[in-house]
């Protein structure tokens, strides 16, 4: 039973009735009269329980709507009341038969044969039978009433409320309206506001008027039901829409504004799009980077330099003698002696006598292939006597003489012999024949004779001084002579007339002596330079930058550091921070001699054009840091010999090999001196034996630890003084540990370590990190933006769905499946967005792989799934933002106000 009490109504200081109190009976039609503006409209409205704005008491079977909740007031309103709308407020996307169908299924989640009968019987009593199938906005207006009061009907409601039902509409059409509220008052309450008094004098129980504020009753049946219709605690819970139902609204709502939504979707789609750039360039990009570097140089190598690379220019001290007799103790088995060797120049020197004479006092004859410097270069007389001489020990005053023909033919007629070199040698053994170096510089007014007496004689090409003392030169210069003598090879002398000298050791094999003494500390103290075959000079070393022997300390600090090989300055470098690695100088190898002879000519004749200018002949290759295409070196565990090498398939296909050709022809410019705009380049060549090939598509030459040095001074004979060691490489097992290399510079504090692939990938993490952190930002402003523009979209189809809230509203459906229904509205219109998007990344992520040269890999794969979660992320959230914006929004907004926006 509804009863109202001093029921009072105003707007902006208006007062639209005041006081008013009546009783509605449980059934029948009650009408409700006035002019516009009157306020039958409120009062209808409080009466459905839309607006609850006012003063006095509303009791609904004893209840004062004034102390329930909202939420309570709209189950309530959804259960009892259900209100006819002038407008009709009708779904216009489905059709008439879908209207009662959906608000069927909401109200009873099923529709069961008995429902079907209801709704046939509706759609007769309202003559909509052939209109059933058609869309509500095809329907006239008298049309889309009926269907609004069958659809009215269908939810058995307990209070019926018409508001100007017939308004607008034709007689005829009026009376099927009235017929029918007339038919259903038998059962329920209709309160019925309306123009037309003739309709509302014929079919109401209760006609009231509202005039000047207040509710007058004009007729009134006597025979009035009072009996309680409604019990509140029995309220079911409000309609649900079915899923079914919210797809095919959300369809019929993206469909009706395609064009816009596809505007809006394609700007939406592009910040998702943007996102997944974003991932892309912060993740996938970095790591395609990190590769591509790492090709250029390998991840195991490591680099060892000396922190003091400020040396410019070459210190050559000669060692003295306890040190080279030091060296030879160490050595035994493997020196023969020592030697000492002098540089000057001598023809300036003795540049006004410097003759070899042979006289007494009645012949004086000059052997003209003599001079003093061949005591310098005199050969020594060993110990298994392979030249010979019956004299094999001779004082320092004696000498043997290897004669060319022309000096022993005047030597012969000097003493009337047969010109025979047995005749001379008989001649001595029984007479005793000096010879005198007669030496002057008349600039310095030096003149000098020093007499030997010649032993024995023996035929040579050249002129040469034999004696049986290793230090037999030192002997004469020195001590005969008294010449000056200076061991600094690095700074002029004061005066002219000095002799530089150092010391020599003479070796059994002089690879074998050098590969040993590399393992040792005086290589650290001593250049060691190659001299005439079997002999190698010593230099001190002011300033070694390497030692050797830190070497194995360094390779137990970690295990992974497996070998290692020698860098020098003049030969094999390393430029671990420019990626440069390779042979120094043009380094030429060759399957044959004619190929390699070819190159030198090429290379030994350059003028003025540049080298790449230069063609590597059919069956050779040059290599040289200022080529484009380098020679590496390798280290292998093979125990090879100074003149062995393997090498890589790579170079052998190069080199055109065939099967059973296994010598590599090298020749290396060991020097190169400009003059004016012309280079002339020195070439040293040798024959290596190629004892081995690895299955590698690279150039290299692979070797052990010391070749990169010692090739270059026993194979080529290059002067130790000009290749120093600058460093060393340390190979690994696998990339090494930034706490590795940490480790390393904190225990051997004179050098620095150093990995080209870890500072590289440390450089480019720098790099791409901080670029990450702006695509991070870049990429949340993205988000940011792809969510406000997501959720902007959304709050648009609340005015775009406004019609439809408000008529969900008017039947009685909760703000929570209002926000239901437009969730899913917003997620399937955002659906095209994220379809969009999911195609233009796709289509990005072919572009890269096809401009990258790269092959498909889960990293892509797994790029994808990451874009594709974050874009559904953003449209959950947005479309969860949205409603819930929605939600709260519908919370606030009084229904009345919201279903009058609507309509």
């Known amino acids: 039973m509804i009863k109202i009490r001093q029921l009072s109504k105003s707007f902006l200081h208006q007062i639209i009735f005041k006081n008013v109190s009546l009783i509605f009976p449980r059934k029948g039609i009650v009408g409700i009269l006035g002019p516009s503006g009157s306020g039958k409209t409120t009062l209808i409205n409080i009466i459905a329980l839309l607006d609850y704005e006012y003063e006095g008491d509303y009791l609904l079977d004893d209840i004062n709507m004034k102390d329930i909740t ?77 269907v609004s009061i ?98 095919v609204f959300s369809r019929k709502t993206a469909k009706r504004s395609r064009k816009r939504f596809m505007i809006i979707n394609l700007v939406m789609s592009l910040s998702l799009l943007l996102i997944g750039v974003s991932v892309f360039l912060s993740s996938f990009l970095k790591n395609t980077i990190n590769e591509s570097y790492l090709s250029i140089i390998d991840g195991d190598t490591t680099i060892m330099e000396s922190k003091d690379q400020n040396e410019t220019q070459l210190n050559l001290m000669a060692v003295t003698k306890e040190e080279v007799e030091t060296i030879k103790h160490a050595y035994l088995s493997e020196i023969i002696n020592i030697g000492c060797y002098y540089q000057a120049d001598f023809i300036s020197f003795f540049k006004d006598d410097d003759q070899f004479v042979i006289s007494n006092s009645t012949y004086r004859k000059i052997l003209p292939s003599f001079h003093i410097e061949l005591i310098n270069e005199f050969t020594l007389i060993d110990a298994d006597n392979s030249f010979g001489f019956i ?84 002997h004469v210069y020195e001590k005969m002579m008294g010449i000056p003598i200076s061991s600094d090879f690095s700074m002029p002398d004061p005066f002219p007339w000095f002799f530089k000298k150092t010391y020599f050791i003479r070796v059994l094999d002089r690879s074998s002596f050098l590969n040993e003494v590399l393992k040792s500390n005086y290589f650290n103290l001593f250049y060691f330079s190659s001299f005439q075959n079997d002999k190698v000079i010593l230099f001190q070393k002011r300033r070694p930058r390497i030692n050797l022997l830190d070497v194995e300390a360094i390779m137990k600090v970690d295990p992974s550091i497996s070998d290692y090989f020698l860098v020098t300055n003049n030969s094999y470098s390393i430029y671990g921070g420019a990626f440069l690695e390779g042979f120094t100088n043009p380094f030429i190898v060759a399957r044959n001699e ?199 979209v959304a709050h648009s189809l609340l005015y775009e769905l406004k019609h439809n809230i408000a008529v969900l509203k008017s039947i009685g459906f909760s703000n929570y499946e209002i926000t239901r229904y437009l969730f899913v509205t917003i997620i399937s219109s955002q659906s095209l967005a994220f379809l969009i998007a999911l195609i233009s990344l796709i289509v990005m992520v072919i572009m890269i792989i096809s401009s990258l040269q790269m092959g498909f890999s889960w990293i892509i794969i797994i790029f994808v799934v990451l874009s594709l979660l974050v874009m559904t992320l953003i449209i959950l959230l947005a479309s969860f933002l949205s409603s819930w914006i929605i939600y709260h929004k519908l919370e606030k907004q009084p229904p009345l106000l919201m279903i009058r926006d609507g309509f």
């Not at 019925?192 to 004098?201: G, R």
């Not at 033919?409 to 007669?438: G, H, P, V």
């Not at 484009?628 to 790579?650: M, N, P, R």
Request: with cysteine; glycine share 4%; proline share 2%.
């Open 70 to 146: 909202p939420k309570e007031r709209e189950r309530i309103r959804s259960e009892y009341f259900g209100v006819i709308y002038q407008n009709h407020a009708l779904l216009e996307d489905i059709s008439v038969l879908d209207n009662l169908n959906f608000i069927i299924r909401a109200r009873y989640g099923t529709i069961s044969p008995n429902l079907i009968n209801k709704i046939n019987g509706i759609i007769e009593m309202f003559k909509l039978s052939s209109l059933k199938h058609n869309y509500v906005r095809e329907l006239s207006l008298g049309e889309k009433q009926r």
């Open 150 to 247: 069958a659809r009215t009907i269908l939810l058995n409601p307990r209070v019926l409320v018409a508001d100007e039902p017939t308004a607008a509409l034709d007689p005829a059409s009026s009376a099927i309206i009235f017929a029918g509220l007339k038919e259903i008052s038998k059962e329920k309450l209709v309160i019925v506001i309306s123009h037309n008094q003739k309709m509302l004098h014929d079919f109401s129980q209760q006609l009231y008027e509202i005039r000047e504020c207040s509710l007058f009753l004009l007729t009134c049946d006597k025979m009035q039901d009072l009996r309680p219709n409604f019990i509140i605690k029995e309220v079911k819970q409000p309609y649900r829409i079915k899923t079914k139902d919210l797809i």
């Open 391 to 474: 004299n094999t020990t001779l004082l320092f005053d004696e000498i043997n003489l290897g004669l060319p023909f022309i000096d022993m033919r005047a030597m012969a007629d000097a003493f009337y012999l047969q010109k025979s070199y047995d005749a001379i040698n008989d001649f001595l053994l029984s007479n005793e024949i000096f010879c005198t170096f007669e030496l002057g510089n008349d600039d310095w007014s030096y003149h000098d004779e020093q007499i030997f007496r010649i032993k024995e004689v023996k035929e040579n090409r050249d002129a040469t001084i034999y004696h049986s003392d290793a230090l037999f030169n030192e």
């Open 594 to 792: 004619y190929a390699l002879d070819y190159m030198v000519d090429q290379y030994t004749s350059f003028s003025d054009r540049p080298e790449a200018t230069i063609q590597d002949l059919e069956g050779s290759f040059t290599s040289s840091f200022l080529l484009k295409e380098a020679l590496k070196f390798e280290t292998i565990k093979e125990e090879l010999k100074q003149d062995e090498i393997v090498i890589s398939q790579g170079l052998a296909t190069l080199l055109g090999l065939k099967d059973g050709e296994n010598a590599l022809h090298v020749a290396y410019n060991y020097e190169t001196i400009l003059n004016g705009t012309t280079l002339y380049r020195s070439f040293k060549k040798t024959t290596l034996k190629i004892s081995g090939i690895i299955n590698s598509n690279e150039r290299i030459l692979y070797h052990n630890s010391y070749w990169t040095y010692s090739f270059f001074i026993n194979n080529l004979e290059v002067d130790s003084s000009k290749i120093q060691i600058n460093g060393i490489v340390l190979k690994t097992k696998g990339q090494i540990s930034a706490l590795t290399i940490n480790k390393l510079n904190a225990l051997f504090p004179y050098y620095r370590f150093y990995s080209p692939s870890l500072e590289m990938k440390t450089n480019l993490d720098l790099v791409f990190d901080a670029l990450s952190i702006g695509l991070v930002v870049f990429g949340f402003l993205c988000f940011l933006s792809a969510l406000v523009l997501l959720v902007a």
